[in-house]
Structures are given as C-alpha cells and as structure tokens.
C-alpha cells in the first residue's frame, strides 16, 4: 500500500519502461555478476573463481551475449552492482562482485564508463526486456578498519553519516544486525546511519538520479534486512520503479514483514524447503514445502510478486546438491513455476557446480555459452516460453499458486487451471498420480514433455511422470500459438 501511493507522485520521465511491481510480474529474470559473464574481446581469459579477484568481464561483454540470454526466454537481466568497489587485494580478494562500493555514484571502471552503462540499457530496452540493477546502501567498504577513508566514500562522505563501528556477530539479533557492520577487521563495512535525515535525503537523490540516468526498470536491495524496514518504502518511492530486496530470512513470519514495505523480497523461504523436497526421495520434504508455500501465498501481501530462485551468488549451485539431470530439471521447473517472479543465477543454464562462494561465481566464459540439450539451456527456454505465452493472460500472472503433495513424491502446483508435477524420484523412476479437476473428457497436453493425456468422464487425469522430469498439463485447446510440441 505504502509504495503504490508514493510511486505515482514521484515516478520520474526518463526512465524507459520505468516498471511497475504489475509490469514485473510476469517478466523472468536472469541474474548476471558482470565480472564474471563475459569478457569484451569474446575471449575464454583466465579465472580462478577462487582467487576472488576481478576477472575482466565488462557491460560491453555482456551487452555482445544478450542473444544467449533471450534465446532461453528471459525477459530481465539484473545485473550486479554498478558503483567504484574496493580494488585492493585483500584477505578476501578483491571487490569484482560489486558488493564492496567506496562510492555509490561513481561507476565501477572495470565494468565500463557511463556510456557503455547507458549503451547496455539501451540495447536490452531495444528487445523489449527490462533492466534491474543491484544497489547497496547499507554499507561501504574499506581495507582495514584503523582509518576508514569516509572522506573519499561518495554521496556519503562523513563519519557521522554512518553507525559508530560494532562488528554484526549474531544475525538472529535484529537491531544488531541494523545498527552494526557488516565483515571485520581485513575487510570492514562500514554501516551506512539510515535514521539520519541527511543521509535519507542523499540516498533518495542518488537512486532517483542512478535510475534516471541509465533507465533503469528495477532494482534488487542488497542487505535489505541490514536497515530498518521503514527506511525502505521513500528510498524506493524515489526510485519510482519496483523493487526486490534481499531479506535473508527462511521463515514465513519474519520474511512477509518486509513485503509491506517494498514490492518484493527473494523468497529465501522456498529456496531451502525446495532443495530438500528434491535433492532425494524424502515423502515428508516434499508436504513440507507445499505447506510453507501455502503457508507464504496467505502470509505475504502478494506471493506473485515474490522473486523465486535456487541458486545465487551467495547459495550453492543446484549443480552441487546433485548431478542427476532430473531433479536438475526440476529445480529449474520449480524456479520458472513456483508461482513468483522467476530469478535463474547466470551459469544455472550449463548446470555449473560451485558451491560456497566463492566458487559459485565461475566465469561463464569457460562453458562457450553452449545452447542446446546438453545442459539446461533448451530446458529453460522450453520453462520461460511456456510461461510468457501463459502470462499473456494477466489473470494467468496475478493468480497464486496453490501446492499439493500428490503422493509421497510428486508435488502439484496448481496456477489458474496449470498444472506441474514435480518428483523427488531422479532420473529412471516413473510416479503415477491422478490430477483432478478438469472438465469431463478433456484433453491435455505435458507442454514440456509434449505428451497428450485425456481426463476421464469425472474429470481425472491418470498421469505417469516419467523419469522424474517435471509435467506442466493445461488444456489443449488453449496452447495454440504456444510455439512448443508443434503448437
Ligand atoms: C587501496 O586501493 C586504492 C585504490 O587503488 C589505493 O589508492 C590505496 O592506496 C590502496 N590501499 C592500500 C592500503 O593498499
Ligand atoms: C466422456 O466420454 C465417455 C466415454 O466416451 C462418454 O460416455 C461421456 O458421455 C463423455 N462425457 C462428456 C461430458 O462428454
């Protein structure tokens, strides 16, 4: 409520699509480290994930691979943080994941100046997709914490302008997680004084210019849960655009909270139910995740709008929870058709397998963006483009999912008459289950199996899931055009 009053009086011009929590809704996101997508030369450079330093990748580069990205049927990218970061090499290395900003206004020059950032815009603008980028206002980053440089940090350039030093030790500690830094000694940051009025005002000045300025449709929250909720709704209102925040909290009472205070947050819910709902065969994980998903769609303000995934920079890669090319599957199905805003990590498509960070930020360049079956590109275009022919409908869009454990491995979920079946079998088990609920005698296709299946005179489908691959059942009669089994 907060936010859809504030965005219409300050949403500025200049933005090209300047998106609205609705316009996101049925969008499908890919999420990009710059430094890591693609080298501007095309080049296969070395890099060692490991070693945590800037690898050379660059807006330029990702803006020459757009193709590999629309071609899996994603229609965002959000992109990593754009400002100046720490380029010492420190214990941790270096700053290339952006997280680690000495100024917010300033770019990043290893990723590129203004123009290759309002260039990137442009051209994903010119295909119709939208552009999220990653802001971090909690913090700045220094080398060592005897003499933080506040004076070079940029809007924010004053040691009253940031909590005095504390370093966060118990995460369960709410204030302490707000008022206190983040790192520790060998790479401090310094936490940004949300509860100053000046530094509120500066904040909102700079997102309006940053999303002004290169057209932004979007933004992702780093350390969301790191500022006082309130803080949130006028920083975003500013921005005029929807926003996604990271809200680290796996529990449904303390992660819907925030949804009253900006559009969307990470469902960090779903992501670790779902990882043991189909990691192995386990009947009591897979009633588990449907009743916290239930449980979330009446919780939350609007569980549609909540932004889904498996793998991120900060989680393993399903590629290291299992090898088995279904439940490979099914982790993508269930991030494309959870019911939220799909957010598929760069690299999840060839199936890479790093797990902690920093081994989960592989340079993509290694994989020679193979398309194809082989991995899970073709798979996840197969997902996306069932679902952007299915959010046509914007009734398809706004209508929450609804979970069922089918049996003890095969979970339903139930969005505006489509059906997925997912298994916790892996691959070279087949599951029989009856999906009920359509008309007497009608007929059925397994859009990404392309299979046809026809209820009986009740309305029942007798369905075998196959190989532990994922089934997505709707009506046959409403797939034409769909651009997949030859319809
Ligand atoms: C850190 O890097 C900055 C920018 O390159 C440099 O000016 C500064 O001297 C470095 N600090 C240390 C302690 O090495
Ligand atoms: C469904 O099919 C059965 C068998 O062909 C038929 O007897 C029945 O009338 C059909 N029901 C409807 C509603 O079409």
Same mark, same amino acid.
Not at 373 to 400: G, H, P
Not at 425 to 451: H, I, K, M, R
């Given at each position: 409520m907060l936010l859809k009053t504030l965005v219409p009086t300050l949403s500025l011009a200049g933005a090209a699509f300047a998106a609205s929590a609705d316009d996101w809704r049925s969008r499908s996101i890919y999420q990009v480290i710059v430094d890591r997508f693609a080298l501007e030369d095309g080049s296969n450079g070395a890099c060692n994930p490991n070693d945590a330093v800037f690898c050379g990748g660059s807006w330029n580069g990702l803006k020459n691979k757009l193709d590999y990205i629309q071609g899996m049927g994603f229609s965002a990218i959000w992109i990593s943080p754009v400002g100046r970061a720490l380029d010492n090499t420190t214990a941790y290395g270096q700053g290339y994941h952006g997280y680690w900003p000495t100024s917010y206004t300033d770019l990043n020059s290893h990723f590129g100046n203004e123009d290759d950032l309002k260039s990137l815009s442009q051209a994903v603008h010119d295909r119709g997709m939208y552009l999220m980028v990653d802001v971090v206002v909690n913090h700045f980053a220094s080398w060592g914490d005897s003499n933080v440089p506040f004076s070079s940090f940029s809007p924010l350039n004053a040691e009253n302008m940031f909590h005095s030093k504390c370093y966060i030790t118990d995460w369960s500690n709410q204030e302490m997680a707000e008022q206190c830094w983040m790192g520790d000694s060998n790479v401090p940051l310094p936490d940004v004084n949300t509860e100053n009025d000046q530094v509120v005002g500066l904040l909102k000045d700079y997102v309006s210019n940053l999303v002004t300025k290169y057209s932004i449709d979007g933004l992702r929250l780093d350390a969301a849960k790191s500022i006082r909720k309130d803080f949130w709704p006028d920083f975003c209102g500013a921005a005029g655009v929807y926003c996604t925040g990271e809200a680290w909290f796996n529990g449904v009472e303390q992660l819907c909270p925030y949804q009253d205070y900006m559009d969307s947050v990470h469902n960090y819910v779903m992501q670790p139910y779902a990882v043991n709902a189909f990691k192995s065969a386990s009947s009591d994980a897979i009633s588990s995740l449907a009743n916290v998903m239930n449980s979330l769609a009446s919780s939350c303000k609007d569980a549609t709008l909540l932004t889904s995934f498996m793998e991120? @920079?900060?989680? *393993?890669? &399903?590629?290291? #929870?299992?090898?088995? &090319?279904?439940?490979?599957?099914?982790?993508?199905? !269930?991030? #494309?058709? $959870?019911?939220?805003?799909?957010?598929?990590?760069?690299?999840?498509?060839?199936?890479?397998?790093?797990?902690?960070? /920093?081994?989960?930020?592989?340079?993509?360049?290694? =994989?020679?963006?193979?398309?194809?079956?082989?991995?899970?590109?073709?798979?996840?275009?197969? %997902?996306?483009?069932?679902?952007?022919? %299915?959010?046509?409908? =914007?009734?398809?869009?706004?209508?929450? *999912?609804?979970? +069922?454990?089918?049996?003890?491995?095969?979970?339903? !979920?139930?969005?505006?008459?489509?059906?997925?079946? %997912?298994?916790?079998?892996?691959?070279?088990?087949? $599951?029989?289950?009856?999906?009920?609920?359509?008309?007497?005698?009608? $007929? %059925?296709?397994?859009?990404?199996?392309? +299979? @046809?299946?026809?209820?009986?005179?009740?309305?029942?489908? @007798? #369905?075998?899931?196959?190989?532990?691959? /994922?089934?997505?059942?709707? /009506?046959?009669?409403?797939?034409?055009?769909?651009?997949?089994?030859? &319809?």
């Open positions: 991120n @920079h900060d989680n *393993a890669r &399903m590629g290291a #929870v299992t090898s088995d &090319m279904a439940r490979l599957k099914t982790f993508a199905a !269930i991030t #494309v058709f $959870s019911g939220g805003v799909p957010t598929v990590y760069y690299g999840q498509e060839q199936a890479f397998k790093g797990a902690s960070d /920093p081994n989960n930020r592989e340079p993509l360049w290694t =994989s020679g963006y193979a398309t194809g079956s082989d991995k899970l590109y073709d798979y996840f275009n197969t %997902l996306n483009t069932l679902r952007n022919f %299915l959010v046509k409908d =914007s009734s398809f869009a706004s209508a929450q *999912a609804q979970y +069922t454990a089918l049996s003890g491995s095969v979970l339903q !979920i139930e969005k505006s008459g489509l059906r997925v079946l %997912l298994a916790n079998t892996g691959s070279g088990q087949d $599951s029989s289950v009856t999906v009920g609920g359509w008309s007497a005698n009608e $007929s %059925l296709v397994d859009a990404l199996g392309c +299979t @046809h299946v026809t209820a009986d005179g009740s309305g029942n489908a @007798h #369905v075998t899931v196959k190989g532990g691959l /994922p089934v997505a059942l709707y /009506p046959e009669s409403k797939l034409s055009g769909l651009g997949l089994c030859s &319809m």
